[in-house]
């Protein structure tokens, strides 16, 4: 899978926030994409000074996975919240190299527009691939919000002072919620609708479950079509 190099990896932190102040202007917030035939989850595991990076792309709506590759680099950016990206793209870029389905659809573990500058992992990672990604946290990085209704489906929107950020959508009625926000090239509405429906019985999207599985050594089961 090809993707475009928008920028170098070296840089140092304050560089990369006037990168992400400079690139959120590009982020595509309503929907632009068609038929959706699958979906991938994306998941970074660390061993060391080790990135393990997981793609997996899965069937829709059947959510089968259909491919998935798992690659191995060094990690050459700190950890600094809000800077995620600078950390995880250039392994994940590496995996997504060596896909031979290319996914319709990227769901992110990780925040999307719901970043203090607006431009979190989901949305950097959507405009170098030119795909639709979502941001599908499990944790609140930025913004405030009601809980919502105890039911799976009810949501609140996660609010920046008067700016709509993102949701926090309850995936499975009685458990937490997860944070939903637009990654790049599709809308908020369509992104809590695609995470909902790659939700299978669990609080995180199948995409993400098996994502985080193939980064911890388990290998998935492909299914051929």
Known sequence: MKYRALHSWDVKPEEARQLQNELRTQV???DQFGTINTVAGVDIGLKKDTAIASVVVLSFPELQVVDSVVTQSPVRFPYIPGLLSFREIPPLLTAFAQLQTIPDLVIVDGQGIAHPRRFGLASHLGLILDKPTIGCAKSRLWG??????AEQGA???LTDKAEVIGAAVRTRTNVRVVYVSIGHRISLDSARTWTLACCQGYRLPETTR??????SGKTPRITHT
């Open 28 to 30: 595509i917030q309503t």
């Open 144 to 149: 405030r919000y009601k809980e919502p209704d």
């Open 155 to 157: 949501y609140t929107y």
């Open 210 to 215: 098996h994502a985080h599985n193939a980064a």
